[in-house]
């Protein structure tokens, strides 16, 4: 694993080195890194990541739909075949989303089957805060009643949940 980033360390990146290590802190959406790098030099970590938050809070509904649709399925092919990105690969593991069950994993593929059935985007959630594949289970089954335009809004909520924690993996905010 590389060594964490200090704030002093964050703030002297290239624009370029901050593109690259921060480019899939939102699943494969490098602009939101090449955003945010326009704002250093940043005062804290937390306002670093306040500013990516806020970045994806005013994107329009469409490329909220865009992010969305960007993110694979838990537990799903992508997962079994090893494709996954570095990050997605980590958080799904930890979870033990790729040593279900032959039953639990045939529960969450028809549940996000259904789901991306209903909203055209595949279910999203911060798993490393929802662990337990019981509440990732149950978050789905509450979920999919939701109108579309409520989804839109709480995937994207979990989109800047998994985006925290991966920044916060990669720097030193101790
Ligand atoms: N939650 C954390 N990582 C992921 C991911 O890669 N895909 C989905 N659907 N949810 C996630």
Same mark, same amino acid.
């Given at each position: 694993?590389?060594?964490? %980033?200090?704030? @002093?360390?964050?703030?002297?990146?290239?624009? /370029?080195?901050?593109? $690259? =290590?921060?480019? &899939?802190?939102?699943?494969?959406?490098?602009?939101?890194?090449?955003?945010?790098?326009?704002?250093?030099?940043?005062?804290?970590?937390?306002?670093?990541?306040?500013?990516?938050?806020?970045?994806?809070?005013?994107?329009?509904?469409?490329?909220?739909?865009?992010?969305?649709?960007?993110?694979?399925?838990?537990?799903?092919?992508?997962?079994?075949?090893?494709? %996954?990105?570095? @990050?997605?690969?980590?958080?799904?593991?930890? /979870?033990?989303?790729? $040593? =279900?069950?032959? &039953?639990?994993?045939?529960?969450?593929?028809?549940?996000?089957?259904?789901?991306?059935?209903?909203?055209?985007?595949?279910?999203?959630?911060?798993?490393?805060?929802?662990?337990?594949?019981?509440?990732?289970?149950?978050?789905?089954?509450?979920?999919?009643?939701?109108?579309?335009?409520?989804?839109?809004?709480?995937?994207?909520?979990?989109?800047?949940?998994?985006?925290?924690?991966?920044?916060?993996?990669?720097?030193?905010?101790?």
């Amino acid at each position: 694993m590389r060594s964490k %980033l200090s704030l @002093e360390q964050l703030n002297a990146l290239s624009p /370029a080195e901050f593109h $690259k =290590l921060f480019e &899939n802190v939102v699943e494969s959406w490098s602009e939101a890194a090449i955003f945010c790098s326009a704002m250093a030099p940043f005062k804290s970590f937390d306002s670093m990541i306040t500013i990516f938050e806020n970045y994806l809070q005013r994107l329009s509904s469409e490329n909220k739909l865009r992010i969305l649709r960007l993110h694979p399925d838990l537990a799903g092919k992508l997962l079994d075949t090893h494709q %996954l990105t570095e @990050e997605s690969s980590y958080e799904q593991t930890c /979870a033990g989303l790729d $040593k =279900l069950s032959a &039953n639990d994993k045939d529960r969450l593929t028809k549940l996000n089957e259904k789901y991306k059935e209903k909203f055209g985007f595949p279910f999203v959630v911060c798993v490393r805060e929802a662990s337990k594949f019981e509440a990732i289970l149950k978050g789905i089954t509450e979920r999919i009643n939701n109108s579309p335009d409520m989804e839109l809004e709480i995937g994207i909520n979990e989109v800047k949940k998994i985006c925290r924690l991966r920044i916060l993996q990669l720097v030193n905010n101790l």
